[in-house]
């Protein structure tokens, strides 16, 4: 109210729009607020010189404490030749041409004083729904990110996509390859980060956005898979990031794509569908999806784990070695969410979850790394290295074990009896 005041003050329209009037009506937080103004981007530096100026679009930024401000003039829709970027921004003369170049209906509401709603989005937020401004087919060739914008907000907000537009969104998908992973990664991050991102996924493939965008997993759709599995490979990983108890977008997505090596593994065997090594495939293609859409490289890295490791066993009967190995590989600060993509797994076959072998194996887990190694760790012992070098006990045993030891603690890998048994004669 303060941004209207001063606007009004210096003699200029000034108006709250967008996302920040539409979640001011449903009640739900704002971080950003966006302002609209007859004001040139001078005028508004001069009435507001504590703010920033710098970019193309003429938006003019406060940041404060509690939130970003931005304040730009009215533009108008410019022509679009590549579904990405208007040719060139023009500014507009009235509030109602400003708010005609806003994506969807809920989008597209001012606030000053009263609501302004040229285009009804009051009535599609009471009725739960995503509606393009204008002609839906028109919207999406101009700027074809609002292909991803539509099904982010229906997933954000829990609605549904108006008929047209859900229509002229398939008609349109193919034009997101047109998208720079990058853009297309913050709305698939959003999805992902909602509150039912399984709802989201489905609605990308209903879309025939998900086609485009993951092709490797929608090649699971309808694929069989044997033994206690009951639901298709492309069912199964939904369900999978449906059971995925994390709020990390990130390991919810490795639930997602966990079996999107099983496509390209498939083979039939003896009449049974099997995927031998689909994780290390799925790691690649999780690693290849990661690069696409150009995740940072801690990102990728992390979502490659947590697909090429998912195999592992949580049996009570595995060893403590086997503990450490699975440490070691996925690292130690990662075990709850590698744990987490398991449990969405084994969920997600419609297997019980079996919470208290996790439950067994986190244990173990805290077990093995606050055991503190010592010389009995060991691969060989005393009476090996008196037999190795044939002789009897004394303080030499103890002296090679003890730099055995000491060789180990710098490389585990080579706590093996057999290289072991050789150093003892080697350090004699
Ligand atoms: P949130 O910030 O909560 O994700 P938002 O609605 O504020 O949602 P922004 O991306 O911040 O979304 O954009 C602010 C406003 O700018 C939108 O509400 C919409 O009116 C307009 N807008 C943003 N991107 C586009 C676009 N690609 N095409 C048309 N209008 C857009
Ligand atoms: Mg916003």
């Not at 285009?119 to 609002?146: S, W």
């Not at 969104?169 to 390859?177: D, G, M, R």
């Not at 995740?295 to 009570?316: A, N, T």
């Amino acid at each position: 109210m303060d941004i209207i005041k001063r606007l009004a003050d210096a003699g200029f329209e000034g108006y709250l729009v967008g996302g920040a009037v539409r979640d001011m009506l449903l009640k739900r937080p704002t971080k950003d607020w966006d302002y609209t103004t007859n004001a040139s981007p001078e005028k508004i530096l001069e009435i507001f010189p504590e703010a920033n100026y710098d970019n193309a679009f003429g938006t003019v930024a406060i940041v404060t404490d509690d939130g970003l401000y931005e304040i730009t003039p009215y533009r108008k829709e410019g022509k679009y030749s590549d579904a990405r970027h208007p040719d060139v921004i023009v500014w507009a003369k009235t509030l109602e041409e400003d708010l005609a170049r806003r994506d969807f209906t809920v989008n597209a509401m001012a606030f000053n004083k009263t609501i302004i709603d040229p285009f009804n989005g009051q009535d599609d937020l009471k009725n739960k729904l995503i509606r393009c401004v204008g002609v839906p087919d028109d919207r999406f060739k101009e700027d074809a990110l609002r292909l991803m914008r539509a099904v982010r907000f229906a997933t954000q907000l829990g609605f549904t996509i108006e008929e047209n537009t859900f229509a002229a969104i398939k008609n349109n998908a193919k034009l997101l390859e047109k998208i720079s992973g990058e853009r297309i990664r913050d709305e698939l991050i959003k999805i992902l980060s909602a509150e039912f991102p399984g709802d989201g996924i489905k609605l990308l493939y209903n879309a025939e956005l998900l086609q485009v965008i993951i092709p490797e997993l929608t090649a699971g759709v309808g694929m069989p898979q044997p033994g206690h599995h009951i639901y298709d490979v492309f069912t199964h990983s939904i369900k999978a990031l449906e059971a995925c108890d994390n709020k990390s977008w990130l390991v919810r997505l490795a639930a997602l794509l966990h079996d999107v090596g099983k496509p390209a593994t498939y083979k039939e065997r003896d009449g049974k569908p099997t995927f031998y090594s689909h994780e290390t495939i799925g790691g690649a293609i999780a690693r290849d999806l990661a690069n696409r859409l150009h995740f940072k490289k801690e990102d990728r890295e992390k979502l490659y784990m947590l697909v090429r490791w998912h195999m592992f066993s949580v049996s009570e009967f595995i060893t403590d070695a086997a503990v450490r190995r699975f440490i070691r590989r996925v690292g130690v600060e990662n075990t709850t969410d590698m744990l987490d993509v398991r449990t969405a797994d084994r969920i997600g076959s419609g297997t019980p979850a079996t919470s208290w072998r996790h439950e067994d194996f986190k244990r173990r887990i805290i077990k093995v790394q606050q055991h503190i190694p010592s010389v009995t760790d060991l691969a060989v012992d005393g009476n090996d290295v008196m037999k190795a070098l044939g002789i009897l006990p004394g303080p030499k045993i103890g002296m090679i074990l003890n730099k055995l030891f000491e060789e180990i603690m710098e490389d585990i890998s080579k706590n093996n009896r057999e290289y072991l048994l050789n150093r003892i004669k080697e350090i004699a």
